[in-house]
């Protein structure tokens, strides 16, 4: 959706903030679907990336190997050419087809940290639930995945601040997130410095949100 | 079962008998792929092959001029964070972390859409682009940067204080060093993300990788090789980036 | 109760066991000791296989540890270990570290568990701490849980890999106290350690192992005193006269 750029020179010589209560129903909507889209595909990607992070752990080099391809196709692939391929090729509407990107996207990554999480845990805790008579499958529910989830918070919440900012991309398909209205407002008003100032701080706020509740989350475990 | 063939079975065993099995099942699943895409529309596309590889050019010279002029801005961001009196710091740190908590297609709708309307002039979208990917660059550079300066411990500055070293001389022969060597697998790591990052340029008209395929496949409508050729055009440039990772990382030098 | 008959272990080209042999019987404490390196550590985790051995034999209360069937996890259950960085559940508590092998492994209630378990705390003197996190605990004190959760699944034999190594001193004697307490109930254990002084009060026999060997199987006294091999009495003169 490329566009002309807007007004090319400065209409006026004041910014004009009204711009942004004129629009409020724009960028509420816009907001709500940044929102709940960011949310789906964090769900998504925390439940894939966490299974597919637990099997590339298990001492099976192939598993490890094939979750490791995994990772690196999708990593090494950006975004936007998944995303176009589901909408564009596949003919998937453009929410599904955003979803189904954006999750795939970022369940590699956080793939990448649980098997790293998981690799940081001593070797120390593996012999001591082995010494006591445990099974690897209850060192792995007991002893593994429990340390696993504290130590991945803090590099899970970069992954989480990702999607948000990652989920910007779906405009490109016409789905109507802020971003995609944003540019609207920009085009319908020639208002473009008030309207993605306003974006940039509706972004940074969630990121901030985002950082707060994951902090909140950290705290609740004690240990450590 | 005979002695060779099970010192052959007891081979595969070991680590370096399952990469190489590992290897052959990745080389029969290209091939098989290869052999699936074959009666893809590949006369169609055949003939825009030069058109495909500039546009990769083009995208490749993006994500090399940007880090370039990133990493030129993210040098001084960095020591002014680190090592900049009270206020500079805290301007660095807000400049940082704003760009980094922006959607990068939002940044590049700043330098496209919203700059000209602040300093009243045209941005073109080449400029735009190089602009926008160069600031995304620097800010990230600048968090590489700052890593790679808090990595060297700090009993290495204590000793270096002992032997009555100036802090510049400290900082150039001492800090330097160990945090350039510290910081090359993440500087190179921001390569890759900024070469996929190139992609959203696509967004302001730049005829990079991603447009280049669009716009064929808009007057051929061949979308199955062409999406396939975009996608190892990525997957290829990125892979060898992360292979370069790997070869800088002490960390794989040790094991291979 | 514990028989290693010429066991030989390789770490890819590395020999760190050479034919090694012992026997020990039921309540004996045996102490272990030799240079870094010598593969006490190595022979000591062959003991409940936390490292397989490449030839011989090791029969644990009459279980040959190579016969594919042969439950490992239960013979584990009854050989309690003891390790040189503690390795306790950082995200457990103290009384949930105690209780989580019982529960889970020997199906235990956890009303009886956590009885038990208050009990042993008791023994290794630190009951107050049952509801704080290992972090929260000293060396010494993390290393008297770890004692404490290995005795908690009742075992008949204990395993000792450098209990005091990784403490500080002035916490070394509450750790080998509570060894010492254990040694006079008449546990069967095997430690290794350098604590010369704990080998003297307890200890019946002395093994002193050297670069994958064992050199000497003495009784401490005649260890201590009359030690055949020119290793053992250069390992012992460094390791008793350190300024």
Sequence with gaps: MPRAPAALKPKDAFVDWSILWQYRGAFWSGFTVTVWLSAACIVGSTIVGLLAGCLGSLPSFFLRRLISAYTELLRNIPLVVKLFFFYFVLGIPGIPAALLALTLHQSAYVADVVTAGIRSIARGQVDAGLSLGHGYWQIFRYLIIPQMLRIVIPPMTSQYVAIIKHSSVVGLVAVQDLTFQTQEINVATFRGFEAATATTVLYGLLALAMIAAMAALEKRFAWR | ?256 | MITFDKVNKYFNQLHVLKDVSFHIEAGEVVVVCGPSGSGKSTMLRCVNRLEKIDRGEIVVKGVNLNAPTSDIAKLRAEIGMVFQHFNLYPHLRVLDNLILAPIKVRGVSREVATDTAMKLLAKVGIQEKASAYPSQLSGGQQQRVAIARALAMQPKIMLFDEPTSALDPEMIREVLEVMVDLANEGMTMIVVTHEMGFARRVAHRVIFMDEGRVIEDEKPEVFFSQAKDPRARVFLSKILSHI
């Design chain 2, 1 to 256: 079962m005979s002695g060779a063939s099970f010192a052959i079975v007891q081979s595969l065993r070991t680590e370096r008998g399952k990469e190489w099995l590992w290897r052959l099942g990745v080389l029969l699943v290209v091939i098989a792929g290869a052999y699936a895409a074959r009666d893809l529309e590949w006369g169609k596309v055949a003939a825009s092959w030069q058109f495909l590889l500039k546009g990769l050019g083009r995208s490749w010279l993006l994500a090399l001029a940007s880090i370039f002029v990133g990493a030129v801005a993210a040098f001084p961001l960095a020591l002014a964070r680190v090592y900049g009196p009270t206020g500079v710091r805290h301007a660095a740190t807000a400049l940082i972390e704003t760009v980094r908590s922006i959607p990068e297609l939002m940044i590049i709708f700043w330098v496209y859409f919203t700059l000209p309307l602040v300093i009243g002039a045209q941005v073109d979208s080449w400029e735009a682009a190089l602009g926008s990917l160069s600031v995304i660059a620097a800010a990230y550079l600048a968090e590489v940067i700052r890593a790679g300066l808090y990595s060297v411990p700090r009993g290495q500055i204590e000793a270096a204080e002992t032997t009555g070293m100036s802090r510049l001389h400290i900082f150039l022969h001492v800090v330097l060093p160990q945090a350039l060597r510290n910081m090359v697998p993440a500087l190179i790591a921001q390569l890759v993300a900024l070469f996929k990052t190139t992609s959203l340029v696509y967004a302001i008209g730049v005829m990079e990788f991603l447009r280049s395929v669009t716009v064929i496949n808009n007057t051929l409508f061949a979308p199955y090789p062409l999406y396939l050729i975009l996608a190892l055009g990525y997957f290829v440039s990125c892979f060898a980036i992360t292979r370069l990772v790997r070869w800088f990382d002490p960390k794989y030098q040790l094991v291979d």
